[in-house]
């Protein structure tokens, strides 16, 4: 009887092994993934919108703004994966015409007028959202946006020019941005800094969080030990090295930001 009782055991265990093995293989295929094209003053956006037909009803959606490379698979990746956690995500084309850069001289070419004329980002941010709101799956009350590097800098420009978020994220980005005033922040922001970033000096940081104190904003920032600029991105040590940068992939900082992000996600939606 006891032999009986073992075996059942075990054949209950494969079961649901089976089963679970089943719904993630179900849910893994259920990612739906679409170009989508659209226009910017004159300008045509090449982005993806990512979200799981599986999911019925609306959900939050979240914008995601590439780092300086442009639209590239990582970003996208990103995309992919905020849809696998029940979000409609675009991964948004911020250069027009789908631009990739692949070396450090076209980036900053590519990314220097946005840093020169915040409102650029702020207006291509607000087509993207203006985009996923087309879709049925998006509940337009809920909208968030995160940012990698360059586009860390862009959605806390965004959201510190007005643009109507309920919170943004920035990963590695630059804190030389637009300033807050009183009132204008609609959202939430959060922060996921690395410590060993050379390429954000602790003046950057000070006189962001001073701005932001003053104008009332609330924000959590993060830091993250021994983690680099671009360190989320697991091709950022090949980068490093080919370009000579200071940047490098830190596998323990880039999950513990991702699961703050999405603690941080819950709470503002």
């Not at 959202?187 to 060993?196: D, N, P, R, S």
């Not at 003053?214 to 993060?222: E, H, K, L, R």
Request: net charge positive; glycine share 8%.
């Amino acid at each position: 009887m006891k032999t009986l009782k073992s075996i059942a055991l075990i054949l209950f265990m494969m079961t649901g092994l089976s089963i679970i093995s089943q719904a993630a293989k179900t849910s893994k295929n259920t990612i739906v993934t679409e170009e989508v094209t659209y226009e910017v003053n004159g300008v045509t956006m090449k982005s993806l919108v990512a979200y799981n037909s599986a999911i019925k009803g609306k959900r939050p959606a979240i914008v995601v703004v590439p780092e300086w490379w442009g639209n590239n698979d990582y970003s996208k990746k990103r995309a992919k994966m905020l849809a696998e956690l029940g979000y409609i995500a675009i991964a948004t084309d911020m250069y027009g015409e789908g631009k990739i850069a692949d070396n450090p001289k076209t980036a900053q070419e590519l990314a220097t007028p946005f840093y020169q004329n915040p409102k650029m980002g702020q207006e291509r941010i607000e087509a993207a959202i203006t985009k996923l709101k087309t879709y049925a799956q998006t509940d337009a009350t809920k909208i968030g946006a995160i940012g990698y590097c360059f586009g860390g800098s862009m959605v806390l420009n965004a959201i510190k020019l007005g643009t109507t978020l309920n919170g943004v994220v920035s990963f590695h980005g630059g804190l030389q941005t637009a300033p807050a005033t009183k009132g204008t922040v609609k959202g939430k922001i959060l922060v996921c800094h690395g410590l060993a970033d050379k390429f954000v000096p602790q003046t950057d940081i000070d006189n962001f969080k001073k701005n932001l104190d003053d104008a009332g904003v609330s924000y959590t920032f993060i830091n993250y030990e021994n983690a680099t600029h671009a360190f989320t991105n697991p091709e950022s040590t090949a980068n490093g090295k080919k370009f000579s940068m200071p940047i490098a992939y830190n596998e323990a900082a880039d999950k513990k930001s991702w699961a703050d992000m999405k603690v941080f996600f819950k709470t503002i939606f």
